[in-house]
């Protein structure tokens, strides 16, 4: 337990700067529609920018050979909560929504500034390791994930949509540069003009997720017992089935690959799925006060996995 006041200072400090940009929106100096475009020049714009600048400067696959697992651990860390919430919920369709949210994490808005708290003195190569886990996390947002969420049919049209979404295109991008060569025949300018890019995407990714939980309705307080339900799949049976993976077999050896997993494995419920609920009116008299319980748990459950690792 020696690293649990560390750990939980950097979660707290992530949540109070959460909290306070929520005051924008709440006060209502920050209108929702204003919130839309904020969140479109991010998903269009920064959070490409921090994927092409990150990859491009930091990755080297000949001296980082495991890097694939990062990507099939984002498959692994949402399989694990989806059989234990399908065995919980019993499949039943009126709890679909209770699905998704025990299994699709905060992968990035959340992860990447508690990172940032974590590790001061090296956050590139820490960010880096998210955006590559974020190559299989994101598809599963939005394609599955806006399945459960609206409860529309998972048609191919869905599934091949999800691949579209500018992060995941210029995670794939940036790949392409760095496997094909090109990478280095890039002019510097290009890297600077990206790298400038991309210096707002972590604190407007913060200012949203804030921004987003203030716009929550929170009317649905009879849901305490499937609140407690959700952050037992998703903030303790997770994180306590990757935590044996990690502690009992030589798969990752890698000691920022192994925090990253525990964070993942803990984190609370991805923005995307608050979207999807409030763009298509579905379940919002139901989720807010979840997820917020989910958010509150994260302060004390995300430290304790992640202190139990190490």
Request: aromatic residues 16%.
């Amino acid at each position: 337990m020696l690293y649990f006041k560390p750990i939980f200072f950097a979660v707290l400090k992530v949540l109070i700067i959460t909290f306070i940009c929520s005051l924008f929106t709440k006060s209502k100096i920050i209108k929702e529609e204003q919130l839309e475009s904020f969140s479109t020049v991010l998903i269009y714009l920064f959070l490409p920018c921090l994927i092409l600048s990150n990859i491009l400067t930091n990755f080297y696959p000949d001296s980082f050979k495991n890097w694939y697992i990062l990507p099939l651990g984002g498959i692994g860390i949402f399989l694990i909560p989806f059989f234990l919430s399908n065995l919980i919920f019993l499949k039943k369709n009126d709890k679909n929504y209770l699905i998704a949210l025990s299994t699709i994490q905060n992968a990035g808005y959340l992860i990447l500034p508690i990172g940032w708290f974590l590790f001061p003195e090296n956050p590139h190569t820490f960010t880096m390791y998210v955006l590559l886990f974020v190559l299989s996390a994101s598809p599963i947002l939005w394609s599955i994930g806006y399945f459960l969420m609206t409860q529309r049919n998972f048609s191919k049209f869905t599934f091949i949509n999800s691949f579209k979404n500018p992060p995941f295109i210029a995670n794939i991008f940036s790949l392409f540069l760095v496997f094909t060569g090109i990478r280095e025949k890039l002019p510097e300018f290009f890297f600077q003009i990206v790298g400038f890019l991309a210096k707002p995407a972590i604190p407007l990714a913060l200012f949203i997720l804030g921004a987003r939980l203030s716009l929550l309705n929170l009317k649905g307080r009879g849901k305490f017992y499937d609140a407690l339900k959700v952050v037992l799949i998703k903030m303790v049976l997770t994180p306590l089935v990757v935590l044996i993976i990690l502690k009992t077999t030589k798969i990752i050896n890698d000691h920022l690959m192994k925090t990253i997993f525990i964070l993942e494995a803990s984190s609370p419920p991805a923005v995307g799925l608050i979207i999807q609920a409030t763009a298509k009116r579905t379940y919002t008299d139901k989720i807010g006060f979840i997820i917020l319980i989910c958010y509150i748990s994260s302060v004390f459950l995300m430290p304790l996995w992640l202190s139990l690792l190490f």
